[in-house]
């Protein structure tokens, strides 16, 4: 019987929620790893059972974990993430000089052809790569070396690589997305990128169209149409349909088209979901009001989704990765918030349910479509 | 042998829920300690100081017989009261709280 799989990365540990494919009843187990940020939890999608999860604190660093058995058993791989050669600097939130340093691991994404082969984005921003289920980690250092690197600055969480997505039709095609450098594109397995960031507009950098400096907080494809990418940008969201080479602004109706999280129906390659978040030093929703914005048009007509979802005296947010879809026949969404809780919708988001109301707060929400 | 007394997390990390007792070979000190202590669990590589440098991590201290000796050399023998097994060796996180 189909099911799925709901992985939850919060401030103090990983929960796993688990339905069949109604998503009516959960089973909600953890925490696992209590106390420990865990900032992403991923699946293979070609073992489902293969997870890799990235656990953190300031204190005592970064740990990453693997499943072999769907997160029922956990046990610690490699956790040495160096970068290639001497690394240099980039710039401090000053302008200043400031050494490269490896703080976290912020998204893994796994191969879509080998359980074994996972990426890992990183703050300092790097992308490193394991191809031996995470025991051992080696920097694809061509895009931190590419000719913008040592002028990239951190954003106010930290100069991290957050989003990876590797091109389901080329698997030597990848993208990234860095806070607050841009997106860049490699074409030939991670050797060599290029900023991919033209038709970007961002208030608060001294040009305000540069070629890289621009605070881009997710992408999102849908794996039919892998020209075509979805942006939530720190202000802006934008869509590419040739790889990134040039991007146009989709906000159109949007009450406010800030925000973190964004995401594509599984189904229909241009029916798009954002959270839209007030501002940048507010982050919660508009008016208290909590709601998914719709557009089946990719992009510029947008519809609130509240049906199920606080309309009142909500001020949570929603982080870049806290949002995430099945693929069952009736595309369900998901999303987690700052607040500790995580909404289900089975119906594509036309009404919303809390399957969990009080965990610590949510930073990551990943769903694997079970058979 | 050595008791060492290991803070909330990492207590985690490595599944015990008590101190740990080490055997340590030669000089007791605080890198002789950390190695038999990482070559244990291994799982603990990099979460008290970095795994190449040996350098401490920043929000890690080390005490024993109520003193931080957190800056002292680390190859410098421990207190006797430690090596007897008398006194634990605490690896410390810095406090936190709201």
């Not at chain 1, 082969?117 to 990183?122: C, D, R």
């Not at chain 1, 051992?136 to 954003?155: K, V």
């Not at chain 2, 070559?39 to 929000?59: A, E, H, Q």
Request: charged content about 25%.
């Amino acid at each position: 019987m189909s099911g799925v799989r709901v992985l939850v990365g919060t401030r103090k540990g990983a929960f796993v929620l688990r339905s069949d494919g109604m998503r009516k009843e959960w089973d909600v187990s953890g925490p696992f790893f209590g106390g420990w940020e865990m900032y992403h939890i991923k699946g293979s999608s070609v073992d489902p059972n293969r997870i890799y999860a990235s656990q953190t604190t300031g204190w005592f660093g970064q740990i990453i974990q693997r499943s072999s058995d769907g997160g029922e058993t956990w046990e610690p791989v490699g956790n040495q993430f160096n970068y290639d050669g001497v690394p240099g600097t980039h710039q401090w939130y000053d302008g200043t000089p400031h050494p490269w340093e490896f703080a976290r691991v912020w998204h893994l994404e796994p191969s879509l052809t080998d359980p074994d082969t996972v990426l890992a984005g990183v703050e300092d921003a790097a992308l490193f790569q394991s191809t031996d289920g995470g025991e051992n980690w080696r920097e694809l250092s061509g895009l931190r070396t590419q000719d913008s690197g040592s002028s990239w600055q951190p954003g106010a969480g930290g100069m991290c690589l957050h989003t990876i997505i590797v091109s389901p039709k080329d698997p030597e095609r990848i993208f990234v997305a860095i806070s607050s450098a841009g997106a860049f594109r490699t074409d030939d397995g991670g050797k060599s990128w290029r900023p991919i960031n033209k038709g970007l507009h961002s208030e608060g950098i001294p040009d305000e169209d540069a070629e890289v400096g621009h605070c881009v907080h997710h992408i999102t494809m849908h794996p039919s149409k892998p020209d075509t990418l979805f942006m939530q940008k720190h202000w802006d969201v934008m869509r590419t349909d040739n790889a990134g080479d040039s991007w146009v602004e989709i906000s159109g109706n949007l009450p406010t088209d800030f925000g973190f999280a964004i995401d594509v129906h599984a189904h229909e390659p241009e029916t798009v979901y954002v959270v839209p978040i007030k501002s940048d030093s507010e982050h919660y929703p508009l008016d208290g009001q909590l709601r998914v914005y719709r557009s089946r048009s990719g992009g510029n007509e947008w519809e609130p989704l509240t049906k199920g979802l606080p309309q009142s005296n909500c001020y949570v947010d929603v982080l870049r990765d806290a949002m995430s879809v099945d693929s069952l026949d009736s595309c369900g969404l998901y999303f987690g918030t700052t607040g500790g809780q995580v909404y289900a919708s089975n119906d594509e988001g036309d009404s919303w349910e809390a399957i969990v109301r009080d965990l610590p707060a949510v930073l990551s929400v990943e769903v694997q479509t079970l058979a | 042998m050595i008791r060492v007394v290991l803070p909330a997390h990492l207590k985690t990390l490595v599944k015990v829920n008590r101190e740990v007792e080490l055997d340590v070979a030669g000089v007791a000190s605080q890198r002789s300690v950390l190695d038999a202590l990482e070559s244990r669990y291994p799982v603990l590589l990099g979460t008290i100081r970095d795994p190449t440098t040996k350098k401490r991590r920043p929000f890690i201290r080390f005490f024993a017989c109520e003193e931080d000796i957190s800056h002292d050399d680390p190859e410098s023998p421990l207190p006797d009261a430690v090596v007897s097994g008398r006194e634990p060796f605490f690896v410390i996180g810095a406090m936190a709280g709201g």
